[in-house]
């Protein structure tokens, strides 16, 4: 069977308040809109037209649902979590435990008697967070400790004294990883009137770095070289940098930014986020698919719950370039496939010209289209969906066929 979706929207304070609105319908007033999510995780799933919950669903014939090999290796619970992500301001800077972290710290809050819905509690189930994020408009974030001598050229752009021995003791280290951890350790520490004087600091360098430049963009020059492209991160390091601190001017995890990878993505690009990668997302509107927990420990750049000393414990320091995630032809599905090293999801992305019908293998899927009208045809039933609509496609359907005309998102676990 296919089952047409009701999905639920979460109004966090970071979201947008014309996306999601926008695509997917639904008066919310001035709230902000900032998550959709498609899927059965029991803190929010979507409801099906009968009324019963998908994660009810799944439990009463999970064989059916999700078909045998996957009822078998994750149990009668759907694996992942796909979403709607709609950023208008920064996203808590934070971090996803190891599956074998998130059992054990679970374990030990059920054990205190600490209720799953407390402010104070990061684990609220046994399972890990990867994620995958496919930009549906300009989508940009921070990820992961960048390679340390391009920090250090940045933090020496901002030409204020502190930072410059900062530069120095990052850029001379021949352990990168113990000492991004020891530095990121001591910023997230500091506190009170010295912080909030070196953010001002920050600031004030940050608004004159970006003001004195005057280059033309990449695109006008005769040949972009690796130092243009180092110069084009400078600069939105140093534009992010300010709202930062103007929206948190009392956040030691403002200084800890200036360390990570900023990554731009472009729409139909994607990037993967990994346990122990640390992030925040700034702005821009898109797909997240992944493994369904809702395990988050934050650090900074919010009002929630901040548990840094969990976070340091549970971050990967080593340098990494940004975490972007190119796509692979989905070899019988047709399309584009999104396939990170996980167990638990892939999002396949499909263009319908209105000739031809891509062909969906049997697995657990959640169909979204992107835009246009498409068609999700089974055996028989058929199912049609328009801008922001999504349906159910249980695994013992089996084989269906999409038709029509537009884009949509296929999550699914691989089988």
């Not at 947008?16 to 929010?44: N, V």
Request: aromatic content about 6%; proline content about 8%.
């Amino acid at each position: 069977m296919m089952h047409p979706l009701v999905n639920p929207v979460r109004h966090y304070a970071w979201g947008s308040r014309t996306h999601i609105p926008a695509m997917c319908g639904g008066d919310y007033g001035d709230r902000p809109c900032a998550e959709l999510w498609l899927g059965a995780h029991p803190g929010d799933p979507s409801r099906l037209a009968d009324g019963r919950s998908l994660d009810e669903a799944v439990a009463e014939d999970a064989k059916a649902m999700l078909g045998e090999q996957v009822a078998t290796a994750f149990g009668a619970r759907l694996p992942y979590l796909l979403k709607l992500v709609a950023v208008a301001e920064p996203l808590s800077l934070q971090v996803h435990p190891t599956s074998e972290r998130a059992r054990i710290r679970f374990a030990e809050q059920e054990a205190q008697g600490l209720a799953r819905s407390a402010p104070e509690r990061s684990y609220q189930d046994p399972w890990h967070k990867p994620e995958l994020v496919f930009a549906l408009t300009r989508f940009e974030g921070m990820a992961g400790f960048r390679a340390t001598a391009k920090t250090a050229a940045i933090l020496r752009g901002l030409r204020v004294p502190w930072l410059d021995l900062l530069a120095d003791r990052i850029e001379n280290t021949l352990t990168p990883f113990q000492t991004l951890r020891e530095v990121a350790t001591e910023l997230f520490a500091m506190d009170g009137d010295s912080l909030r004087s070196r953010l001002q600091q920050l600031r004030a360098a940050a608004t004159a770095a970006e003001a004195s430049a005057h280059r033309p963009p990449l695109r006008q020059r005769p040949t972009v070289t690796p130092a243009d492209h180092l110069e084009r991160e400078q600069l939105r390091v140093y534009a992010a940098t300010v709202p930062l601190i103007d929206r948190y001017p009392d956040d030691p995890g403002v200084l800890v930014t200036l360390l990570l990878n900023h990554v731009v993505l472009a729409a139909g690009e994607a990037m993967f986020i990994d346990a122990g990668v640390i992030h925040t997302y700034t702005s821009g509107f898109a797909i997240e698919i992944m493994a369904s927990s809702d395990n988050v420990v934050r650090a900074g750049l919010t009002p929630k719950h901040v548990d840094r000393a969990e976070l340091l414990e549970i971050t990967n320091f080593a340098p990494m370039p940004p975490p972007l995630w190119a796509p692979q032809p989905a070899g019988v599905d047709g399309g584009e496939l999104l396939a990170p090293p996980v167990q638990e999801f892939e999002l396949g992305i499909y263009r319908l010209e209105g000739g031809e019908r891509f062909v969906l293998t049997p697995a657990p899927r959640i169909v979204l289209c992107l835009d246009g009208a498409v068609e999700v045809v089974g055996s028989d039933e058929t199912i049609s969906l328009r801008y922001g609509q999504s349906v159910f496609v249980e695994e013992c359907s089996g084989t269906v066929r999409l038709g029509g005309r537009g884009r949509v998102a296929v999550g699914r676990t691989p089988t």
